[in-house]
């Protein structure tokens, strides 16, 4: 059945946002450009947008992935440039997070935690205003009203609060994040603290 | 990334656009098609911050309301009130609810004083409300309460020979076998015995105490950052961070009636970390038979974890 776009929005929120910045690291890992790594991410949301539904798709980390590798396939395809070892990294972008990991068990209120400390970190003036909007839900029309300034300016605080947020969630907080890494040949769940 | 995009995605979520807005926004789009990843990028944010705000998980850290949860459980709790769980109301007065859950289930049960009580799996009370307390008995298992604030009725559970006391707060008791684990998420509440009444302990926000079976002194310990973790039952969800498999077995063997076996003692030591859904022991076994080089053996009644090779 055909979902709507703010229930696809809904999925997107809590299914593929909190994986963007593993994609981003594990692009970073295959030297591709930061330019490059935001063009091939927008087109993994891109493929979404062109789903009918969502509901069928299970893990949308392993989605995001194989969206991101198919993207990436189509542009070695268009520039004919064949780089062996770049296909294979290309490849183990599927195959490795086919594996079903606990770590990809986002927890929400960690993440919103973790959205909650952002907002605490942004610009005075545009934390104020974030704050209004995004936690207690004011209307901007309202905001510019008790604030006494345009409806312009806190248009324009509002995008670069969120711009400033959304860098940061793609960024990823490494320190709280579940890896599996291996111990000699024996993969063991561990935290990792380090960078 | 294009701010344009971020733009739109706010100007959208504000309400309708004007017609001139709308045109210049088509034309932005036409303009490269590509940029509907961008604005679903955002429009993805925005609905994050939005669901924050509903879970009141973005109220500021000062602020003294507590986190109100809109939602706790979905569907399948509500299914359990309708079908499952027998709420008898005796004649006699004050009247006396009987809330049980069943072996799996999770139940978010609204009390007659406007207070919560989440009844984690295969757990039993019996509610009076009384004209001077609200007591609550707490014979099996393990419930969180959000109390309702009522300073001329005090709010008692009662688990064996502890009790605790709120006014207007929230808390968690759970029974084990050798004692009783009382966990703190808002204001504070007051535990004893009824062999010592007179001594009793306050436990405050963020706080947890076990009242070991027998032992006398009741102490609370710091354990902000266990408590979220302990209380992850009522999500469905099962939190580790490092716990031994033995303790993660046996608490996801809680909620089915396929039991998760583990035949190697020295599997059972491993830790886990991760995040895990109670309702799936299979799947629970699986992801961590790959971590631990396990082999995982299901049968109707049973799911079996050895090392490979054995």
């Given amino acids: 059945m055909a979902e709507s776009r703010a229930e696809i929005v809904a999925w997107v929120a809590s299914n593929i946002l909190p994986h963007e910045a593993a994609l981003r690291v594990r692009l970073h890992h295959m030297a591709i450009s930061p330019d490059e790594i935001d063009d091939i991410v927008q087109d993994a949301y891109l493929n979404i947008t062109r789903l009918d539904s969502v509901s069928h798709i299970r893990d949308g980390r392993a989605y995001l992935f194989a969206a991101a590798r198919t993207e990436m396939l189509q ?35 960690r993440e919103l935690a973790r959205v909650r400390r952002l907002i605490d970190a942004l610009p005075a003036r545009c934390r104020e205003i974030f704050e209004l909007r995004r936690v207690q839900g004011v209307p901007q029309r309202e905001i510019a009203e008790r604030l006494g300034i345009s409806e312009t300016v806190v ?7 969120l711009k400033l947020i959304l860098q940061a969630l793609s960024e990823g907080e490494r320190k709280d994040d579940y890896v599996v890494v291996r111990i000699g040949s024996r993969p063991l769940f561990k935290r990792r603290r380090d960078g | 990334m294009d701010d344009l995009a971020l733009l739109w995605a706010i100007r959208r979520d504000e309400g309708p656009l004007s017609a001139e807005d709308q045109r210049a926004f088509e034309a932005w789009l036409a303009e490269d098609p590509r940029r509907d990843g961008a604005l679903l990028r955002a429009e993805a944010a925005l609905a994050l911050l939005d669901r924050g705000r509903a879970l009141g998980a973005l109220a500021a850290p000062e602020s003294s309301f507590p986190p109100r949860r809109k939602v706790l459980i979905g569907g399948l709790a509500a299914a359990a009130v309708a079908a499952t769980v027998g709420m008898v109301r005796f004649a006699a007065s004050p009247p006396k609810e009987i809330i049980a859950t069943n072996l799996g289930e999770v139940l978010r049960a609204p009390l007659a004083d406007g207070s919560i009580a989440t009844v984690n799996t295969d757990s039993r009370l019996e509610v ?9 008995e707490l014979s ?12 001329a009725r005090p709010f008692i559970v009662a688990a064996g020979d502890v009790r605790v006391r709120a006014v207007g707060t929230a808390f968690s008791v759970r029974r084990h076998n050798s004692g009783v684990d009382v966990l703190v998420t808002q204001g504070t ?95 629970f076994a699986r992801s961590v038979a790959i971590a631990l080089h396990a082999n995982v053996t299901a049968s109707a009644d049973k799911i079996r974890m050895a090392p490979e090779g054995t």
């Fill in chain 2, 128 to 136: 009076t409300m009384g004209g001077a307390d609200r007591q609550v």
């Fill in chain 1, 155 to 161: 248009e324009r605080q509002a995008v670069r609060g």
């Fill in chain 1, 75 to 109: 542009r070695v395809r268009r520039e004919r440039i064949l780089r062996i070892e770049f296909l294979s990294e290309i490849d183990a972008l599927s195959v490795v997070d086919e594996a079903p990991d606990p770590e990809r068990h986002t927890h929400a209120r």
């Fill in chain 2, 189 to 283: 509440v007051e535990v004893w015995r009824t062999t010592a009444p007179d001594d009793r302990t306050l436990v405050g926000r963020g706080r947890r105490t076990f009242i070991a079976d027998g032992a006398n002194a009741i102490t609370a310990v710091p354990a902000a950052p266990e408590i979220d973790r302990a209380l992850a039952w009522r999500d469905g969800g099962l939190a580790l961070e490092g716990e031994p498999l033995d303790f993660a077995v046996a608490e996801i063997n809680r909620y089915n009636q396929r039991k998760i076996v583990i035949d190697d003692p020295a599997m059972g030591r491993m830790s886990i970390v991760g995040y895990f859904d109670v309702n799936d022991p299979e799947g």
């Fill in chain 2, 140 to 151: 099996e298992g393990e419930a969180w309460f959000e109390v309702a604030h009522d300073k």
